[in-house]
């Protein structure tokens, strides 16, 4: 990443946040490098403005983040019902469906979200396509139970083509294991139009566990360039 890269992260985040987070809310804290920016903000405004917030982590990382920014941290258990939930995206398109999921984390995001009243994506302009796939190259990434691993690469493949690999650590030897315990797939796919219908069908191979695929979920996404203007896309 570039620091022009990071001007638009920054741009979005903090656009973001000043327009959507108010004193007294439930807010659900996505993962990724975007989101540490969000957070930063929020923790600043909360030093002026006592913002007193319940925040939901989305991943063991920002169960750090809200924590190490004197955040105050909640769960689903105590706070199932959440007012907004602002998170980062690897590709969103004109519609605001995103494939999520790149840094590892999307099972957790997804519950987070379902649980939200409004998601807000925040991203810089890189991630900001008119077609699911044309900018992230590295596949949808789908998380599956270990032991089911090899069987579902292959039903992906035989059911849409294209590649299914396993995610493979690089300061590890073996395979990525997420924040539930579980392996990734990242399926490299070719022209796929009808993402609702793929999304389903992916969930039906048992030991796929949850997709990357975030489809009609999102309120607005902020999209920040290296001039640091702020682009807001909503439905
Ligand atoms: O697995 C990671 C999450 O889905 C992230 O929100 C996504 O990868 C975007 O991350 P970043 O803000 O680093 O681009």
Same mark, same amino acid.
């Given at each position: 990443?570039?620091?022009?890269?990071?001007?638009?992260? /920054?741009?979005?985040?903090? $656009? %973001?946040?000043?327009?959507?987070?108010?004193? *007294?809310? #439930?807010? !659900?804290?996505?993962?990724?490098?975007?989101?540490?920016?969000?957070?930063?903000?929020?923790?600043?405004?909360?030093?002026?403005?006592?913002?007193?917030?319940?925040? /939901?982590?989305?991943?063991? $990382? %920002?169960?750090?983040?809200?924590?190490?920014? *004197?955040? #105050?941290? !909640?769960?689903?258990?105590?706070?199932?019902?959440?007012?907004?939930?602002?998170?980062?995206?690897?590709?969103?398109?004109?519609?605001?469906?995103?494939?999520?999921?790149?840094?590892?984390?999307?099972?957790?995001?997804?519950?987070?979200?379902?649980?939200?009243?409004?998601?807000?994506?925040?991203?810089?302009?890189?991630?900001?396509?008119?077609?699911?796939?044309?900018?992230?190259?590295?596949?949808?990434?789908?998380?599956?139970?270990?032991?089911?691993?090899?069987?579902?690469?292959?039903?992906?493949?035989?059911?849409?083509?294209?590649?299914?690999?396993?995610?493979?650590?690089?300061?590890?030897?073996?395979?990525?294991?997420?924040?539930?315990?579980?392996?990734?797939?990242?399926?490299?796919?070719?022209?796929?139009?009808?993402?609702?219908?793929?999304?389903?069908?992916?969930?039906?191979?048992?030991?796929?566990?949850?997709?990357?695929?975030?489809?009609?979920?999102?309120?607005?996404?902020?999209?920040?360039?290296?001039?640091?203007?702020?682009?807001?896309?909503?439905?």
């Amino acid at each position: 990443m570039t620091d022009r890269d990071q001007i638009g992260k /920054i741009a979005a985040a903090t $656009q %973001a946040v000043n327009e959507n987070v108010k004193a *007294g809310q #439930i807010v !659900g804290i996505g993962s990724g490098s975007t989101i540490v920016f969000a957070v930063k903000r929020i923790a600043e405004r909360n030093k002026t403005e006592n913002l007193n917030l319940i925040c /939901i982590p989305t991943s063991f $990382q %920002a169960r750090q983040l809200i924590q190490d920014n *004197g955040l #105050i941290l !909640g769960s689903l258990e105590t706070n199932p019902e959440i007012d907004i939930a602002i998170d980062g995206a690897d590709e969103v398109d004109g519609d605001i469906n995103l494939i999520k999921g790149g840094g590892g984390c999307l099972m957790q995001e997804k519950i987070i979200a379902s649980c939200a009243k409004e998601l807000f994506i925040i991203a810089d302009n890189r991630k900001d396509s008119t077609t699911l796939g044309t900018t992230w190259t590295k596949g949808v990434p789908i998380e599956v139970l270990p032991m089911a691993y090899r069987p579902v690469q292959l039903k992906i493949e035989q059911i849409f083509g294209g590649e299914a690999k396993l995610r493979m650590a690089s300061n590890k030897a073996g395979p990525v294991v997420t924040d539930n315990g579980n392996f990734l797939i990242d399926w490299i796919f070719d022209g796929v139009q009808d993402w609702h219908q793929v999304d389903s069908q992916l969930k039906g191979i048992p030991g796929v566990i949850e997709t990357g695929l975030f489809l009609n979920m999102t309120k607005a996404a902020y999209f920040g360039s290296p001039d640091g203007k702020v682009i807001v896309r909503t439905k």
